[in-house]
């Protein structure tokens, strides 16, 4: 279903069009900016009521006129920048983009979405539980509310359920068979890095245990969860994009209903951040597989050109290296990112407050270079763009938390030293 009305700004007093392709959420917090003065207009539609804030309602004459500014929206697909054209809905432009099966799986993952959005709390409560070790409330809710059995009072028996929580809570973000494929890499690597050297493989794992390193990771990665969970408006559109193939040959700019890029930006510095410190235990199995020695760097791969050595003595100088010369740092790496999912100019411009938004457009402009103050050569992405770079980059964490977790199953389960229950 479809709804036109026409809103005139409340700063300019222009009027705009607009067509609205209705989502099955009862509460729809729509948001888009007067294409002439630039004032943000937030439109929230109920079953009953809408409260309009930045414009009023005025009577609506159809069909649109070609000359008055209009704009297309709908929470759950990328929405065009284009004239109004009769007929061409965003619910029919988003059908076209993609096949049959594609649109009936984007809608299963909005219907998961829609009704587990009840649940966010007692999830985020849950997590909390974790985290704090809180193992009886964890246990009882975890059953109450999702059905989760945490089976035996044992480490990895949490553990276990913690993962089953996260598989259903976060359905709608993955991947079809990204999981699997993962832990299985995982198994596979650390069994190599047990056959180069058991004994040094667990001094590994006991390091970043005993530190507690990997239980603050772990508790960084159980931080996301809910920050995704209620961002997932804006990331709807982001999630179309997986079916749509035209877009990734060619990202034209589309509309994100829902939201702005300001309320976002942190959102993606947070997770490149714990990508970045994840990136620790990539290096170290690499060095495990590889020399045998989770300290050993390959010899030389800092050396610049001018003859200084930057390659770091050990793990833990590693870890406080900047995340874009990090990735340099490990030869020939078992574990590859995938695209675009830690830009490091993208993560150090929003770190250093270098990025403008315009919101009529949704264009983003940001700029890579540190110094001075002359804002020189921007680089720019749409807000969808973006979206979709937070839900890489959110996919790439969910898979190196697969890391963490198979860490502490070593501990649990193929360890035998008495520190094992301190561990948990
Ligand atoms: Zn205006």
Same mark, same amino acid.
């Given at each position: 279903m479809n709804i036109n009305l026409t809103l005139e700004c409340d700063s300019c007093g222009e009027p705009t069009n607009c067509r609205i392709g209705m989502s099955n959420r009862p509460e729809q917090p729509l948001r888009f900016a007067c294409k002439d003065c630039g004032q943000v207009i937030d439109l929230t539609l109920r079953m009953h009521s809408a409260d309009i804030d930045g414009a009023h309602q005025i009577e609506t004459?159809?069909?649109?006129?070609?000359? @008055?500014?209009?704009?297309? $929206?709908?929470?759950? +697909?990328?929405?065009?920048?284009?004239? %109004?054209? #009769?007929?061409?809905?965003?619910?029919?432009? !988003? !059908?076209?983009?993609?096949?049959?099966?594609? #649109?009936? $799986?984007?809608? =299963?993952?909005?219907?998961?979405?829609?009704? +587990?959005?009840?649940? *966010?709390? @007692?999830?985020?409560?849950?997590?909390?539980? %974790?985290?704090?070790?809180?193992? @009886?409330? +964890?246990?009882?809710? !975890? *059953?109450?509310a999702f059905d989760v059995d945490v089976i035996s009072d044992a480490p990895q028996d949490f553990n276990a359920a913690l993962y089953n929580l996260l598989a259903i809570m976060m359905w709608p973000f993955a991947l079809p068979g990204d999981n699997a494929n993962t832990v299985d890499l995982f198994m596979n690597e650390l069994g190599k890095a047990r056959q =180069?050297? /058991?004994?040094?493989?667990? =001094?590994?794992? =006991?390091?970043?245990?005993?530190?507690?390193?990997? !239980?603050? $990771?772990?508790?960084?990665?159980?931080?996301? %969860?809910?920050?995704?969970l209620a961002s997932e408006l804006a990331l709807r559109p982001a999630l179309f994009l997986d079916f749509d193939d035209a877009y990734s040959n060619n990202p034209i700019p589309m509309r994100v209903s829902a939201d702005d890029f300001q309320s976002f930006k942190d959102l993606y510095k947070d997770i490149a951040e714990v990508i970045s410190r994840q990136f620790v235990l990539v290096a170290g199995v690499n060095n495990l597989i590889k020399r045998g020695n989770h300290n050993t760097f390959f010899p030389g791969i800092g050396l610049t050109?001018?003859? /200084?050595?930057?390659t770091p003595d050990s793990l833990d100088q590693f870890a406080k290296v900047d995340f874009g010369k990090k990735l340099t740092f490990i030869d020939d790496s078992w574990y590859q990112l995938e695209d675009d999912s830690a830009d490091n100019q993208l993560r150090n411009a929003i770190a250093h407050f270098k990025t403008e938004y315009d919101d009529v457009t949704q264009i983003i402009s940001y700029y890579p270079q540190k110094d001075g103050l002359e804002a020189k050569a921007p680089k720019t992405i749409s807000f969808l763009e973006f979206m979709r770079r937070i839900l890489t980059a959110y996919r790439e964490m969910h898979r190196l938390h697969h890391l963490i977790k198979a860490l502490?199953? %070593?501990?649990?389960?193929?360890?035998?030293?008495?520190?094992k229950q301190e561990a948990t």
């Open positions: 004459q159809t069909p649109f006129d070609e000359n @008055t500014n209009f704009v297309d $929206l709908h929470l759950d +697909f990328p929405v065009s920048f284009e004239k %109004y054209v #009769m007929g061409q809905t965003p619910f029919m432009m !988003a !059908a076209q983009r993609i096949g049959v099966d594609e #649109m009936m $799986l984007h809608g =299963a993952r909005l219907r998961h979405l829609d009704e +587990f959005h009840d649940n *966010k709390r @007692t999830f985020n409560t849950l997590l909390k539980h %974790y985290t704090r070790q809180k193992k @009886t409330p +964890f246990k009882l809710v !975890a *059953k109450r =180069a050297s /058991k004994p040094e493989l667990e =001094a590994f794992i =006991a390091e970043t245990i005993d530190t507690r390193f990997l !239980a603050k $990771l772990q508790s960084d990665c159980l931080d996301v %969860y809910p920050r995704m050109k001018s003859g /200084k050595d930057f502490f199953y %070593y501990r649990y389960l193929l360890m035998d030293d008495a520190s």
